[in-house]
Structures are given as C-alpha cells and as structure tokens.
C-alpha cells in the first residue's frame, strides 16, 4: 500500500490542523491505521490509531482531547483533526498501516509508512 499525507503546515499555537492520508495500490480495508510523529532530534513516537472498522480508537496522552482519529474507508483515507494546538506537537507527522485489524501503538505493528507532512506550531 502507497501512503500519501498531506495537510501539515504553519499554525498558531491554539490553531486547528486536519492532516488527511490516502492509501492506494490496495485497500486498507480490514487493517488497522494510525499516526505517529517524529520531532527533530527526537525518536518516532505514536500518536494515535483507528481500528479497521473506525469504531475503536486509541491516542498518546498528551493528545487526548485534542486530536481525532477517523476513516474512511470508501475513500480508503484516515484523518487526524488537530485541535488545540501547542508548540510541543511540532514534528513530521506520519500514516501507517498497521499489520492487523485492531489498534496498535508500536512502530513495529506496522507495515507501510507514508512520507510523513510537517507541522509546524508556533508561540
């Protein structure tokens, strides 16, 4: 599966973002889907995940509150919805596809990674 995120940027700390990511070569349909960034210097870390059917989510705590993970799965697409933004969520934001159906918050539950987007929040 191709990755494709998009919808990072520049922004307020306080400010709203809406990262998208798009998967082809094959449905993601029945895998489970998250997001997880990486800060400069700083190692990947998770941020939150979506089960295959959209129904069960997870996020990192410094997240929760703040952010929501949701799918698509007729557009085979997961969003994450960026609210409340602080300078400490600064980082290349990745999509991945996880090897199975369920949640799953560590890098090596995944399988394919997309290019990752940046964003940027400012104080």
């Known amino acids: 599966v191709q990755l494709q995120a998009s919808g990072g940027g520049l922004v307020q700390a306080g400010g709203s973002l809406r990262l998208s990511c798009a998967a082809s070569?094959?449905?993601?349909?029945?895998?489970?889907m998250g997001w997880f960034r990486q800060a400069p210097g700083k190692e990947r870390e998770f941020v939150a995940t979506i089960d295959w059917s959209g129904s069960s989510t997870f996020y990192r705590d410094s997240v929760k509150g703040r952010f929501t993970i949701s799918r698509d799965n007729t557009k085979n697409s997961v969003y994450l919805q960026m609210n409340s933004l602080k300078p400490e969520d600064t980082a290349v934001y990745y999509c991945?596809?996880?090897?199975?159906?369920?949640?799953?918050?560590?890098?090596?539950?995944?399988?394919?990674w997309g290019q990752g987007t940046l964003v940027t929040v400012s104080s």
């Open positions: 991945a596809l996880a090897r199975t159906g369920w949640v799953e918050t560590a890098v090596r539950g995944y399988i394919d």
């Open positions: 070569g094959r449905t993601f349909t029945g895998k489970g």
